[in-house]
């Protein structure tokens, strides 16, 4: 089977991350951002911002039912988070390896939770669960205006 063929299939993905507002209290938006940028993904947008409760609940909304949902809602909404939409090959999934399990303190040291946090209500960052679901909450938090299509310099050194 042609390898370059394979290669034409992967398919590129896009997550949407956010620092939380605990996160962005104790200053790890650089850091967070850093992350991402290091390890070779596509920044395609990126805000300061302060949420309202109706898009926390529709952001969430797979959660409604939970006991957590309505702490959940008044935490995202306490302070104001980053919204980004990365983009690339496999970007959800490795992602969620960059940013470690929902609880810190089970997360992987070298994780952004295990290094940087200690308590699930207080986790500093999301990232989308599926390419559907990145999709779906890049449209939920950016206006089309938002996301901007351009050609990083490195991209012949970051993918044969
Ligand atoms: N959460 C919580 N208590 C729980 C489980 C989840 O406060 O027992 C919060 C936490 O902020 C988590 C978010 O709800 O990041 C979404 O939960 P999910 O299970 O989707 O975890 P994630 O995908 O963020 O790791």
């Not at 370059?4 to 962005?24: C, F, N, R, T, W």
């Not at 909304?61 to 995202?76: G, M, Q, R, S, T």
């Not at 399990?101 to 994780?111: N, R, Y």
Request: net charge negative; hydrophobic share 40%; aromatic share 10%.
């Amino acid at each position: 089977f042609l390898p370059h063929l394979v290669a034409s299939l992967e398919q590129v993905d896009e997550s949407y991350i956010m620092v939380k507002p605990d996160g962005v209290q104790r200053g790890f938006v650089g850091e967070i951002i850093s992350r991402f940028e290091r390890k070779g993904f596509k920044l395609k947008g990126l805000k300061l911002f302060q949420c309202s409760k109706e898009l926390a609940e529709e952001h969430y909304k797979e959660l409604k039912a939970k006991p957590f949902f309505p702490k959940l809602v008044d935490y995202i909404t306490s302070g104001p988070v980053v919204c980004m939409a990365w983009e690339g090959v496999g970007v959800v999934a490795s992602a969620r390896k960059l940013i470690g399990s929902t609880d810190p303190l089970q997360a992987e040291p070298g994780t952004i939770r295990g290094d940087l946090a200690v308590q699930t209500g207080r986790n500093i960052i999301h990232g989308s669960d599926s390419p559907e679901n990145g999709k779906r909450e890049i449209a939920l938090w950016f206006n089309d205006g938002e996301l901007v299509e351009w050609n990083p310099a490195q991209a012949p050194w970051l993918r044969e």
